[in-house]
Nanobody, 122 residues
Framework: QAQLVESGGGSVQAGGSLRLSCAAS????????MGWFRQTPGKEREGVAR???????AYADSVKGRFTISKDNEKNTLYLQMNNLKPEDTALYYC????????????????WGQGTQVTVSS
């Protein structure tokens, strides 16, 4: 059964850093595109970053230069390093996986973690 488990969320002041982790099932990790999405109450879920099975990455414009997506193949773990955090980065962050790799179409991603909260105070 496909499984994604996030960790690493928390509260930080603006300008600080956090690293999110997502432990994934082995088959999914090796074959699928994996990504990070975020959502705040009353807003549409939005794509933050994704990495495909070959290691190619893409980012939302709002996080370029501040966030880095990566994966550890030995641990089947996806990461999101978030630096220079801003209050507008506050959201529930989700790890996702699917054969699709389009950050703009979150509804097309079929596998989701439970989410981890990130709160950035000014």
């Amino acid at each position: 059964q496909a499984q994604l488990v996030e960790s690493g969320g928390g509260s930080v002041q603006a300008g600080g850093s956090l690293r999110l982790s997502c432990a994934a099932s082995g088959y999914m990790y090796s074959l699928y595109c994996m990504g990070w999405f975020r959502q705040t109450p009353g807003k549409e879920r939005e794509g933050v970053a994704r990495i495909d099975s070959g290691g190619s990455t893409a980012y939302a414009d709002s996080v370029k230069g501040r966030f880095t997506i990566s994966k550890d193949n030995e641990k089947n773990t996806l990461y999101l390093q978030m630096n220079n955090l801003k209050p507008e980065d506050t959201a529930l962050y989700y790890c996702a996986a699917d054969r699709t790799c389009n950050l703009r179409r979150w509804r097309n991603w079929n596998y989701w973690g439970q989410g981890t909260q990130v709160t950035v105070s000014s």
